[in-house]
């Protein structure tokens, strides 16, 4: 499927997600691991850099390092001029009380590696694909998250690495 129809699916995604943002039961109890978008970014980083180290794509990880610093960054500033309270309930509002809900950090970062895969390991978009929603559908269900806050963040991350994998193609800054 071209990234275009992707990126397309994902906003409205994005824009009916809003309508269930209420509707959504946020009561899972249990202390989230990877809470803050830096962790998470660095697992993600290391994950991925690590992947294209030993498959020899030397080439191509400063550019997921760029994509996912640019995603985390775009990710923050909108936090921070949107300051959307997150949707706390129970024992999640007495272990985080700090940030803003969106978008979520982790899905823009997840859906950021994403292209990264699809371009140079098609077995393993699947994988990482799995992986990512359960991630990004446990923020919402844990009460971290609205739905939205995860779809926009899928949106954005996938859209900046799909920006920066055809500015790579067109310009030819860097070949695997």
Do not use: C
Not at 54 to 76: D, F
Not at 90 to 112: C, D, M
Request: charged share 15%; net charge positive; no cysteine.
């Amino acid at each position: 499927m071209k990234r275009i129809y992707i990126i397309l699916i994902l906003a409205l995604l994005f824009l009916i997600s809003l309508a269930f943002d209420s509707s959504i039961p946020n009561n899972f109890e249990v202390k989230n691991i990877l809470n803050s978008t830096f962790q998470w970014g660095a697992f993600v980083t290391v994950v991925i850099t690590l992947m294209f180290i030993l498959y020899k794509k030397y080439k191509t990880i400063p550019l997921i390092w760029i994509s996912l610093l640019l995603s985390s960054l775009i990710a923050w500033l909108l936090k921070v001029i949107v300051k959307r309270p997150r949707p706390f309930t129970g024992i999640t509002e007495i272990i985080l009380k700090e940030g803003y809900s969106f978008p979520s950090g982790h899905a823009t970062v997840a859906f950021a590696a994403l292209p990264f895969l699809e371009e140079s390991f098609p077995r393993f978009k699947w994988i990482w694909l799995i992986f990512i929603v359960i991630i990004v559908l446990l923020r919402v269900y844990s009460g971290i998250h609205y739905l939205s806050d995860v779809v926009f963040g899928a949106f954005l991350g996938y859209s900046i690495s799909s920006l920066i994998i055809w500015l790579n193609k067109k310009y030819n800054v860097m070949k695997d």
